[in-house]
C-alpha cells in the first residue's frame, strides 16, 4: 500500500523559515522522482520543485528559485522542502507525490499523491 505522508507544514511570519517532509512507503522510492506541487485557495495546484532519481538536475518553480530546496534520501524514503524567506503568496497546501519516471516528474505526472499540508504566511 502506497504512502506519502507530509509533515512540517504550519504558521509563519513573511522572511521566515519552514521544513516540510514527506515520508514514502509501499513502493521502490529510489526509483521514483519525487515532487512538490501546491495549491493556494482559489488557485489552480503548481508544481513547487522537483528531485530526479538516479543522476539529474533538480527543478524548482520561478517563485520559489533560491528560496527553496528539495533533498531526498533514499535509505530513509523521505524527501524534503527546506522553504526560507516565505511570503504571503507561499500560503497553500502542499503536496508530495511520486513518478515512475523522471520524464513524468517534468510533466507533473504524478503516480502518487499525499493528502497535503497546509503552510500559512502571515504577519
Known amino acids: 500500500q502506497v504512502q506519502l505522508v507530509e509533515s512540517g507544514g504550519g504558521s509563519a511570519q513573511p522572511g521566515g523559515s519552514l521544513r516540510l517532509s514527506c515520508a514514502a512507503s509501499?513502493?521502490?522510492?529510489?526509483?521514483?522522482?519525487m515532487g512538490w506541487f501546491r495549491q493556494a485557495p482559489g488557485k489552480e495546484r503548481e508544481g513547487v520543485a522537483h528531485?530526479?532519481?538516479?543522476?539529474?538536475?533538480?527543478y524548482y518553480a520561478t517563485p520559489v528559485k533560491g528560496r527553496f530546496t528539495i533533498s531526498r534520501d533514499d535509505v530513509l524514503n523521505t524527501v524534503s522542502l527546506e522553504m526560507n524567506n516565505l511570503k504571503p503568496e507561499d500560503t497553500a497546501m502542499y503536496y508530495c507525490a511520486a513518478a515512475k519516471l523522471n520524464t513524468a516528474c517534468a510533466k507533473g505526472d504524478m503516480a502518487y499523491w499525499g493528502t497535503g499540508t497546509l503552510v500559512n504566511i502571515s504577519s
Open positions: 528531485i530526479p532519481y538516479g543522476v539529474g538536475n533538480t
Open positions: 509501499g513502493f521502490t522510492f529510489s526509483t521514483h522522482c
